[in-house]
């Protein structure tokens, strides 16, 4: 299944069948190309992932993408649990089961479990108080590309500066990613799940229906 959604942008959108790449991964690399993908991820059986085969078309683009996403998943400053719910709150509220689904696999090896990967995708989940600022960061992020002062205040008093701006940019750069997927109709790699069963399928809600802070 692809990345897209259906057709009610202000509220709900469940999942659309299976479709076609509009951009079919790069199959015959030059040479040059093919030691870039080299150092990317891959599927089990090797080949380098859909989203990186994508890429692949644009070498220079695809080599500073990687040089910043690895940045996120390797070498940033927010422990790999925070920075996944951060991943997957996006990857649901853009309606990209792509980046939902392979943050899946990488939430559950940075400590999240099957119920808390479930919950991201319930907008009327309890969570821990560090949690639901992380959920709402991605919320609020996603609606309207700010962060409210309230919020603001509550995420200075557990993060410092540094971590701040790395919770924002790794918020806007997996929205920015969730898009291109969505747009290239980038299929979902071999073994990587989709959404959770007991989703229904990706929602959006107004920010006026966002709960208030605790």
Known sequence: ????????????RP???????????????SPEVAEILAKTPGDPGGTPLNIFGTLAHHPRLLKRFNVLGGLFLSRGVLPARERELVILRTGWRTNCEYEFGQHVLIGRRAGLTDEEIRRVTDD????????????RLSDELHETRDVSDELWAALSA????EALLE???????????????NAARVQRDPGVPGWPDAAAGPGRRPMDRLAPLA
Not at 158 to 161: E, F, G, H, I, K
């Open 15 to 29: 999942g659309l069948p299976a479709t076609e790449p509009r951009i079919p991964p790069l199959t015959h690399p």
């Open 124 to 135: 009327g989940a309890g969570w821990p108080a560090g949690d639901a600022l992380l959920i």
């Open 158 to 161: 557990r993060w410092d500066t």
């Open 167 to 181: 919770l924002v940019a790794l918020a806007g750069f997996y929205g920015m990613v969730a898009g291109l997927l």
């Open 1 to 12: 299944m692809g990345c897209m959604g259906g057709e009610d942008p202000a509220d709900y």
